[in-house]
């Protein structure tokens, strides 16, 4: 009771430590797939802090959640992309050792590089790429920060594989490939297990590399996962209809 009595002083006293209180709700509401009310803490956030680190990095995924949700291949999903990456930029700035604008900085620049084309957006899939590996070369990163990391990476090589490697070599892009999209998708999901979004990008990684008998494990165990990420219905549902063509 005095620990809660104490907090309850220390936020009234500090705004700042009030605002990283309220700001971290936002793992809480997207969690739960409460987008809405994430997109109107966030703002308020921005508009109250809008050099704060952990808001402009929130508020990055936020804005990049909020594309996903846009009409594909629409201008305002190409605006909300192209604001979550300008969000995480800003983060950076703010705080250039952190690992969590860098993440969000390769999400976004993924988001960017799908929407545009893969070979009409090289420079957004190099940075998405180098920004990966930098935080998996940083040291003490956070399990699900780093398990995200590898996501990113391991999906963009999963990406580039479905463009003939001769179109993508004179842009840089002719690393991607399947075997190390298997290997840093099995990482993130050894870092995070029970993901639904790792384990079906895992479960395709399995079939590029023609080991259909683990991705029908994989993908079998989808249905029973719990959700945790804003889309994880359509995921499964997506795991349920690989797993029927594969039959």
Do not use: C
Request: hydrophobic share 45%; net charge positive.
């Amino acid at each position: 009771m005095r620990r809660l009595l104490l907090l309850t002083v220390l936020l009234a006293s500090d705004p700042l430590l009030a605002q990283s209180a309220s700001i971290a709700r936002v793992d809480t509401l997207l969690a739960a797939a409460q987008l809405t009310p994430a997109v109107a803490l966030v703002e308020q956030a921005l508009a109250a802090t809008p050099r704060d680190f952990e808001v402009l990095w929130r508020s990055s995924r936020v804005r990049l959640l909020q594309g996903d949700a846009a009409p594909e291949k629409s201008k305002a999903q190409d605006k909300l992309y192209r604001d979550a990456l300008a969000l995480a930029e800003r983060s950076i700035k703010a705080n250039s050792a952190a690992p969590d604008g860098y993440v969000r900085r390769a999400a976004a620049n993924g988001k960017v590089a799908l929407f545009a084309g893969i070979l009409d957006a090289a420079d957004f899939v190099l940075q998405a790429k180098d920004d990966t590996e930098k935080v998996i070369a940083m040291r003490n990163v956070p399990p699900v920060t780093l398990a995200t990391a590898y996501y990113i990476l391991g999906r963009t090589h999963l990406k580039l594989t479905e463009t003939p490697r001769p179109l993508r070599m004179p842009l840089g892009l002719g690393f991607g490939n399947p075997a190390d999209a298997r290997t840093h998708l099995k990482r993130a999901t050894e870092l995070r297990p029970g993901f639904v979004m790792f384990q079906l990008e895992y479960a395709r990684a399995l079939v590029a590399n023609n080991e259909a008998a683990e991705a029908r494990t994989v993908l079998m165990q989808l249905p029973n996962l719990a959700n945790q990420e804003i889309g994880d219905e359509a995921r499964k549902r997506d795991g349920a209809e690989l797993l029927r063509t594969m039959k």
